[in-house]
């Protein structure tokens, strides 16, 4: 069974760094890509990025490129969204998703829980 | 970057009707490459169609998409009470994604 499980909820202050993370399973990790999917309250899904794990081959929005960073560690079959100083603004539900094939161009067919990110004073 | 718009922004419908979701991409989406997604409060997105007309595993037969180039459509046939949520467009035509802001269909 697919399952992909993201790190638990998070309370940060403005400035402070974070990295969540997204552990799959059931699948050969390596060969999908995967998704991060920001969703702020109340609010629709944005794409953020993707990467591919077998080589670390990532993509961005323009509206995220250098705002957060998306990494993949294959040997523990975990990928990675972070960023270095967070704003306020950041607060958010983030999922991680499959994407169905290894191209790149697939829909999203299996979704991580979600991870709550929460900054304020 | 494609840029989807979603049409209309909420629909309210009785269970039973038929409802009609339009989704419209900036440029041509490649491929038809359109998926559709439906997302409950609390819950993740769930994935409804793929290649703008495919079913996804396990979802009922009121759903249907259709559309190719610029216009796609998500149709409920007949609507049933767990059908009330919000669904997204989304392309995938190229390695940067987008979705569309999602229309609400909600009880009437």
């Known amino acids: 069974e697919v399952q992909l499980v993201q790190s638990g909820a998070e309370v940060k202050k403005p400035g402070e760094s974070l990295k969540i993370s997204c552990k799959g399973s059931g699948y050969r990790f390596p060969s999908y890509w995967i998704g991060w999917v920001r969703q702020m309250p109340g609010k629709g899904l944005e794409w953020m990025g993707i990467i591919y794990p077998g080589d670390s081959d990532t993509r961005y929005s323009p509206s995220f490129q250098g705002q957060v960073t998306i990494s993949a560690d294959k040997s523990i079959s975990t990928a990675y969204l972070q960023w270095s100083s967070l704003k306020a603004s950041d607060t958010a539900m983030y999922y991680c998703?499959?994407?169905?094939?290894?191209?790149?161009?697939?829909?999203?067919?299996?979704w991580g829980q979600g991870t709550l990110v929460t900054v304020s004073s | 970057e494609i840029v989807l718009t979603q049409s209309p922004g909420t629909l309210s419908l009785s269970p039973g009707e038929r409802a009609t979701l339009s989704c419209r991409a900036s440029?041509?989406?490649?491929?038809?490459?359109l998926a559709w997604y439906q997302q409950k409060p609390g819950q993740a997105p769930r994935l409804l169609i793929y290649?703008?007309?495919s079913r996804a595993t396990g979802i009922p037969d009121r759903f249907s998409g259709s559309g190719s180039g610029t216009d796609f459509t998500l149709t409920i046939s007949r609507l049933e009470p767990e059908d009330f949520a919000v669904y997204y467009c989304?392309?995938?035509?190229?390695?940067?994604?987008?979705f569309g802001p999602g229309t609400k269909v909600d009880i009437k």
């Open positions: 290649g703008a007309s």
């Open positions: 998703a499959r994407l169905e094939g290894n191209s790149g161009y697939d829909n999203f067919d299996y």
């Open positions: 440029q041509n989406v490649r491929s038809s490459y």
């Open positions: 989304h392309q995938y035509g190229n390695l940067v994604h987008t």
